[in-house]
């Protein structure tokens, strides 16, 4: 079993359309959590980082981390066609556990965002 | 400002060829990360420099990659005797420290003939 699972996809949404992106992850150390984006043929972009439970907002973006269920979310309001990509979840331990900081990657999820 | 850089952006080459792939962090940052993607095995970490520490190498597949940082700065990933196996992109990123947000280059994409 891997330490994050994603569903790979792919999603293939209409513009306008909320996006609910999702991964879980098995290991309670985790506690940073991130959600990159990745453009074909290009390095993974970063999009949202969160530490705690609860919601971040930022702009169309909103990253929800559930720590009870192992959960993580990425909701994408108002989908565009220029939002068609990989996202990617990764996750990292907290500070003082081993070899903290190295980040641990769901598969990835394709978004297609139609016109 | 700048972000981080990686060249080549695309290399090719025959297998049993040593390879050199080079990092430039965004300035400033003391954590540099070099992670590789492939097809089937997604993204995965390979060995991460922080500081004047000792670099965690417990990502590396073989003895045939190594990797090293100089000046707390540019870093340079070498892969010895190439296999076709070793295709693959490799990114490179870099952090302002442990376990914060890291930042990604645009990788170099590796193929091995």
């Known amino acids: 079993q891997k330490e994050v699972e994603q569903d790979p996809g792919p999603l293939s949404v209409p513009e306008g359309a909320i996006v609910s992106l999702n991964c879980t992850y098995s290991?309670?150390?985790?506690?940073?959590f991130m959600w990159y984006r990745q453009y074909s043929r290009k390095g993974p972009e970063l999009l949202m980082y969160?530490?705690?439970?609860g919601n971040k907002e930022d702009g169309r973006f909103t990253a929800q981390v559930d720590k009870s269920s192992k959960y993580i979310s990425l909701f994408i309001r108002d989908s565009q066609p220029s939002d068609s990509a990989t996202y990617l979840c990764?996750?990292?331990?907290?500070?003082?556990?081993?070899?903290?900081?190295?980040?641990?990657f769901g598969q990835g999820t394709i978004l297609t965002v139609h016109p | 400002g700048a972000g981080v850089s990686q060249s080549p952006s695309n290399k090719v080459t025959e297998k049993g060829k040593d390879v050199e792939l080079r990092c430039d962090p965004i300035?400033?940052?003391?954590?540099l990360y070099w992670y590789r993607q492939s097809l089937g095995q997604g993204l995965e970490f390979l060995i991460y420099?922080?500081?004047?520490?000792?670099?965690?190498k417990s990502g590396l597949p073989s003895d045939r990659f190594s990797a090293e940082r100089t000046g707390g700065s540019v870093s340079t990933l070498t892969i010895q005797r190439t296999q076709q196996e070793d295709s693959a992109v490799y990114l490179c990123?870099?952090?302002?420290?442990?376990?914060?947000?890291?930042?990604f280059g645009p990788g170099t994409r590796l193929t091995v003939t």
């Open positions: 290991n309670s150390a985790f506690q940073y």
């Open positions: 300035s400033g940052h003391t954590a």
């Open positions: 990764a996750t990292t331990l907290n500070a003082g556990g081993t070899s903290y900081g190295k980040l641990t």
């Open positions: 420099f922080q500081g004047n520490s000792a670099p965690d």
């Open positions: 969160t530490y705690s439970s």
């Open positions: 990123a870099s952090s302002p420290g442990r376990a914060r947000e890291q930042y």
